[in-house]
Protein backbone atom coordinates (compact mmCIF):
# COMPACT_ATOMS: atom_id res chain seq x y z
CA UNK A 1 0.00 0.00 0.00
CA UNK A 2 1.34 3.32 -0.83
CA UNK A 3 2.68 5.37 2.39
CA UNK A 4 0.16 8.64 3.03
CA UNK A 5 3.42 10.14 4.46
CA UNK A 6 4.77 10.57 0.91
CA UNK A 7 1.44 12.01 -0.71
CA UNK A 8 2.11 14.32 -3.73
CA UNK A 9 -0.41 16.01 -5.87
CA UNK A 10 0.30 17.57 -9.46
CA UNK A 11 -2.28 18.96 -11.85
CA UNK A 12 -3.15 20.86 -14.73
CA UNK A 13 -3.21 24.88 -15.49
CA UNK A 14 -5.10 26.03 -18.01
CA UNK A 15 -8.37 28.02 -18.98
CA UNK A 16 -10.47 26.06 -19.56
CA UNK A 17 -9.42 22.73 -18.15
CA UNK A 18 -12.51 20.42 -17.80
CA UNK A 19 -12.37 19.07 -21.32
CA UNK A 20 -8.53 17.51 -20.00
CA UNK A 21 -7.71 13.83 -20.28
CA UNK A 22 -4.44 14.42 -18.18
CA UNK A 23 -5.83 13.15 -14.87
CA UNK A 24 -7.17 9.85 -16.60
CA UNK A 25 -3.69 9.27 -17.93
CA UNK A 26 -1.69 10.43 -14.78
CA UNK A 27 -3.93 8.78 -12.50
CA UNK A 28 -4.00 5.36 -14.18
CA UNK A 29 -0.06 5.23 -13.32
CA UNK A 30 -0.56 6.70 -10.10
CA UNK A 31 -2.60 3.68 -9.13
CA UNK A 32 -0.41 1.36 -11.07
CA UNK A 33 2.54 2.28 -9.36
CA UNK A 34 1.18 2.37 -5.91
CA UNK A 35 2.01 6.05 -5.36
CA UNK A 36 0.37 7.77 -2.41
CA UNK A 37 -0.79 11.00 -4.48
CA UNK A 38 -3.13 12.75 -7.27
CA UNK A 39 -3.87 14.88 -10.54
CA UNK A 40 -6.18 17.78 -10.52
CA UNK A 41 -7.67 20.34 -13.02
CA UNK A 42 -6.64 23.50 -12.13
CA UNK A 43 -8.61 26.58 -14.17
CA UNK A 44 -6.50 29.86 -13.88
CA UNK A 45 -7.96 32.87 -16.08
CA UNK A 46 -4.76 35.03 -17.62
CA UNK A 47 -4.48 37.48 -14.48
CA UNK A 48 -4.27 34.92 -11.85
CA UNK A 49 -1.39 32.84 -13.65
CA UNK A 50 1.25 33.96 -11.53
CA UNK A 51 -0.25 33.98 -8.46
CA UNK A 52 -1.50 30.47 -8.84
CA UNK A 53 2.31 29.61 -10.16
CA UNK A 54 3.95 31.46 -7.38
CA UNK A 55 1.48 29.36 -4.91
CA UNK A 56 2.09 25.77 -6.07
CA UNK A 57 5.19 25.10 -3.65
CA UNK A 58 2.70 26.55 -0.54
CA UNK A 59 0.24 24.44 -1.21
CA UNK A 60 2.56 21.33 -1.41
CA UNK A 61 2.13 20.37 -4.72
CA UNK A 62 5.34 18.88 -7.37
CA UNK A 63 4.33 20.70 -9.97
CA UNK A 64 2.17 21.46 -12.82
CA UNK A 65 1.42 21.31 -16.11
CA UNK A 66 0.50 24.63 -18.49
CA UNK A 67 -2.24 24.05 -20.97
CA UNK A 68 -4.01 26.95 -23.26
CA UNK A 69 -3.98 29.58 -23.18
CA UNK A 70 -0.91 30.27 -20.31
CA UNK A 71 2.61 27.99 -21.93
CA UNK A 72 4.39 31.20 -23.10
CA UNK A 73 3.15 33.58 -20.27
CA UNK A 74 4.38 30.32 -17.55
CA UNK A 75 7.49 30.44 -19.28
CA UNK A 76 8.11 34.30 -18.39
CA UNK A 77 7.24 33.61 -15.10
CA UNK A 78 8.95 30.52 -13.88
CA UNK A 79 12.89 30.81 -12.35
CA UNK A 80 14.57 28.99 -14.91
CA UNK A 81 13.68 27.25 -18.14
CA UNK A 82 15.55 24.58 -19.65
CA UNK A 83 16.92 24.61 -23.23
CA UNK A 84 14.61 23.52 -25.31
CA UNK A 85 11.87 25.47 -23.40
CA UNK A 86 14.03 28.46 -23.77
CA UNK A 87 14.19 27.93 -27.64
CA UNK A 88 10.42 27.39 -27.85
CA UNK A 89 9.31 30.47 -25.51
CA UNK A 90 6.74 28.34 -24.46
CA UNK A 91 6.01 25.59 -21.28
CA UNK A 92 3.92 22.94 -21.19
CA UNK A 93 5.68 21.25 -17.55
CA UNK A 94 6.31 23.02 -14.43
CA UNK A 95 8.69 21.21 -11.14
CA UNK A 96 8.69 22.72 -7.98
CA UNK A 97 12.47 22.47 -6.69
CA UNK A 98 13.37 21.68 -2.86
CA UNK A 99 14.31 25.20 -2.28
CA UNK A 100 10.71 26.17 -3.45
CA UNK A 101 11.89 27.61 -7.03
CA UNK A 102 10.01 26.82 -9.93
CA UNK A 103 11.84 24.95 -13.59
CA UNK A 104 9.88 24.93 -16.50
CA UNK A 105 10.59 22.58 -19.59
CA UNK A 106 8.40 21.93 -22.42
CA UNK A 107 7.62 18.28 -23.30
CA UNK A 108 5.47 18.57 -26.24
CA UNK A 109 7.96 18.24 -28.61
CA UNK A 110 9.05 14.69 -27.15
CA UNK A 111 5.82 13.74 -26.90
CA UNK A 112 5.53 14.16 -30.80
CA UNK A 113 8.70 12.24 -31.58
CA UNK A 114 8.21 9.60 -29.16
CA UNK A 115 4.24 9.25 -31.03
CA UNK A 116 6.20 9.02 -34.69
CA UNK A 117 8.42 6.25 -33.50
CA UNK A 118 5.48 4.72 -32.03
CA UNK A 119 3.12 4.39 -34.72
CA UNK A 120 5.99 4.01 -37.22
CA UNK A 121 9.19 2.64 -35.46
CA UNK A 122 10.89 2.58 -39.09
CA UNK A 123 10.82 6.77 -39.68
CA UNK A 124 14.01 8.15 -40.33
CA UNK A 125 13.97 12.14 -39.79
CA UNK A 126 16.72 12.44 -42.75
CA UNK A 127 14.53 10.79 -45.31
CA UNK A 128 13.25 14.34 -47.02
CA UNK A 129 11.50 17.51 -45.92
CA UNK A 130 8.61 18.09 -43.67
CA UNK A 131 5.47 19.77 -44.22
CA UNK A 132 3.98 21.67 -41.08
CA UNK A 133 0.70 23.67 -41.44
CA UNK A 134 0.33 26.01 -38.99
CA UNK A 135 2.43 28.33 -36.53
CA UNK A 136 0.81 28.29 -33.45
CA UNK A 137 2.12 26.37 -30.15
CA UNK A 138 1.69 23.34 -31.50
CA UNK A 139 3.58 24.16 -34.30
CA UNK A 140 6.54 25.59 -32.15
CA UNK A 141 6.85 22.50 -30.77
CA UNK A 142 6.73 20.31 -34.00
CA UNK A 143 9.28 22.29 -35.70
CA UNK A 144 11.93 22.81 -33.01
CA UNK A 145 11.31 19.05 -32.25
CA UNK A 146 11.82 17.92 -36.03
CA UNK A 147 14.98 20.22 -36.66
CA UNK A 148 16.45 18.46 -33.12
CA UNK A 149 16.45 15.28 -34.91
CA UNK A 150 17.75 16.21 -38.01
CA UNK A 151 15.36 16.73 -40.58
CA UNK A 152 16.84 18.31 -43.34
CA UNK A 153 14.49 20.44 -44.62
CA UNK A 154 11.22 21.73 -43.30
CA UNK A 155 8.59 23.27 -45.53
CA UNK A 156 6.15 25.83 -43.15
CA UNK A 157 3.01 26.76 -43.98
CA UNK A 158 0.21 29.21 -42.26
CA UNK A 159 -2.90 31.06 -42.83
CA UNK A 160 -1.23 34.32 -42.04
CA UNK A 161 2.11 34.26 -43.49
CA UNK A 162 3.67 36.86 -41.20
CA UNK A 163 2.97 34.49 -38.35
CA UNK A 164 5.39 31.80 -40.31
CA UNK A 165 7.73 34.08 -40.73
CA UNK A 166 8.24 34.91 -37.43
CA UNK A 167 8.78 31.45 -36.77
CA UNK A 168 11.37 31.23 -39.22
CA UNK A 169 13.17 34.30 -37.89
CA UNK A 170 13.12 32.86 -34.33
CA UNK A 171 14.10 29.09 -35.08
CA UNK A 172 16.74 30.08 -38.24
CA UNK A 173 17.54 26.07 -39.68
CA UNK A 174 16.56 25.15 -42.99
CA UNK A 175 13.17 26.53 -42.65
CA UNK A 176 11.19 27.08 -45.91
CA UNK A 177 8.00 29.59 -45.46
CA UNK A 178 5.16 29.25 -47.89
CA UNK A 179 2.48 31.19 -49.15
CA UNK A 180 -0.83 29.25 -47.97
CA UNK A 181 -1.77 29.28 -51.09
CA UNK A 182 0.79 26.79 -52.23
CA UNK A 183 -0.15 23.90 -49.51
CA UNK A 184 -0.87 21.46 -52.21
CA UNK A 185 2.14 22.15 -54.48
CA UNK A 186 4.60 22.25 -51.20
CA UNK A 187 4.06 17.88 -50.81
CA UNK A 188 5.66 17.21 -53.42
CA UNK A 189 8.81 14.77 -52.73
CA UNK A 190 7.47 15.48 -48.85
CA UNK A 191 8.79 12.37 -46.46
CA UNK A 192 6.13 14.31 -43.58
CA UNK A 193 3.55 15.91 -43.43
CA UNK A 194 2.16 17.20 -39.94
CA UNK A 195 -1.18 19.27 -39.51
CA UNK A 196 -0.92 21.63 -35.83
CA UNK A 197 -4.32 23.60 -37.35
CA UNK A 198 -7.22 23.39 -35.96
CA UNK A 199 -8.85 22.16 -39.08
CA UNK A 200 -10.18 19.05 -38.76
CA UNK A 201 -10.59 18.76 -34.87
CA UNK A 202 -14.45 18.45 -33.88
CA UNK A 203 -16.31 21.43 -34.45
CA UNK A 204 -14.02 22.61 -36.90
CA UNK A 205 -14.06 22.28 -40.76
CA UNK A 206 -11.90 19.70 -42.51
CA UNK A 207 -8.32 20.66 -43.43
CA UNK A 208 -8.39 21.95 -47.47
CA UNK A 209 -5.60 19.62 -48.82
CA UNK A 210 -5.36 17.92 -51.65
CA UNK A 211 -2.68 15.00 -51.02
CA UNK A 212 -2.11 14.27 -55.00
CA UNK A 213 1.60 15.38 -55.09
CA UNK A 214 2.09 13.95 -51.71
CA UNK A 215 4.32 10.29 -51.97
CA UNK A 216 2.17 7.47 -50.94
CA UNK A 217 4.87 6.27 -48.66
CA UNK A 218 4.85 9.99 -46.45
CA UNK A 219 4.07 9.82 -43.15
CA UNK A 220 0.45 11.96 -42.36
CA UNK A 221 0.20 13.26 -38.72
CA UNK A 222 -2.28 15.14 -37.27
CA UNK A 223 -1.75 16.15 -33.52
CA UNK A 224 -5.31 16.21 -33.26
CA UNK A 225 -6.77 14.03 -31.09
CA UNK A 226 -10.30 14.45 -30.75
CA UNK A 227 -11.55 12.71 -33.35
CA UNK A 228 -9.29 10.28 -33.30
CA UNK A 229 -9.36 9.99 -37.08
CA UNK A 230 -9.51 13.49 -38.55
CA UNK A 231 -10.49 13.90 -42.58
CA UNK A 232 -6.68 14.68 -43.15
CA UNK A 233 -5.65 10.99 -41.74
CA UNK A 234 -9.27 9.36 -43.34
CA UNK A 235 -7.89 10.61 -46.81
CA UNK A 236 -4.27 10.06 -46.36
CA UNK A 237 -4.56 6.12 -45.30
CA UNK A 238 -7.69 6.04 -48.38
CA UNK A 239 -4.62 7.23 -50.70
CA UNK A 240 -2.21 4.35 -48.81
CA UNK A 241 -0.01 6.65 -46.83
CA UNK A 242 0.83 5.60 -43.10
CA UNK A 243 -0.48 7.95 -40.48
CA UNK A 244 -0.47 8.42 -36.80
CA UNK A 245 -3.13 10.51 -34.80
CA UNK A 246 -2.69 13.19 -31.84
CA UNK A 247 -3.44 10.72 -28.82
CA UNK A 248 0.13 9.72 -28.85
CA UNK A 249 1.81 13.38 -28.28
CA UNK A 250 -0.47 13.35 -25.49
CA UNK A 251 -0.05 10.25 -23.95
CA UNK A 252 3.98 10.83 -24.59
CA UNK A 253 4.24 14.36 -23.48
CA UNK A 254 2.45 13.03 -19.79
CA UNK A 255 5.68 10.17 -19.13
CA UNK A 256 8.66 12.70 -18.23
CA UNK A 257 6.03 15.08 -16.00
CA UNK A 258 5.29 11.88 -14.04
CA UNK A 259 8.80 11.17 -13.74
CA UNK A 260 9.73 14.36 -12.75
CA UNK A 261 6.80 14.54 -9.83
CA UNK A 262 6.90 11.08 -8.80
CA UNK A 263 10.90 9.41 -10.02
CA UNK A 264 8.96 6.71 -12.41
CA UNK A 265 9.24 7.07 -16.37
CA UNK A 266 5.66 5.04 -16.80
CA UNK A 267 5.04 2.98 -19.78
CA UNK A 268 2.08 4.23 -22.53
CA UNK A 269 0.31 0.47 -22.55
CA UNK A 270 -2.66 -0.58 -24.50
CA UNK A 271 -4.79 -0.25 -21.76
CA UNK A 272 -3.94 3.18 -21.21
CA UNK A 273 -4.27 3.93 -24.46
CA UNK A 274 -7.78 2.41 -24.75
CA UNK A 275 -9.01 4.00 -21.77
CA UNK A 276 -8.39 7.55 -22.89
CA UNK A 277 -9.49 6.74 -26.27
CA UNK A 278 -12.86 5.39 -24.85
CA UNK A 279 -13.59 9.66 -23.50
CA UNK A 280 -13.00 10.37 -27.02
CA UNK A 281 -16.25 10.42 -29.06
Sequence with gaps: MADPKTYRAAGLIGYPVFQSRSPRIHRYWIDRHDIAGDYILMPVKHEALETALRGLPALGLAGCNVTIPHKEAAARIVDRLDATAQRMGA?????????????????????????????????????????????????????????????????????TRTRAEQLKAEFGGAITVLDWADRHAALAGAALLVNTTNQGMTGQPALDLDLALLPTDALVCDIVYNPLQPPLLDAAKARGNPTINGLGMLLHQARPAFAAWWGILPDVTPELRAAVEATIK
Design 91 to 159: INLIVVEPDGSLSGYNKDGYGFIQNLYDGKPDWQPSAGAAVVLGAGGGARSVVVSLQEQGVPEIRLLNR
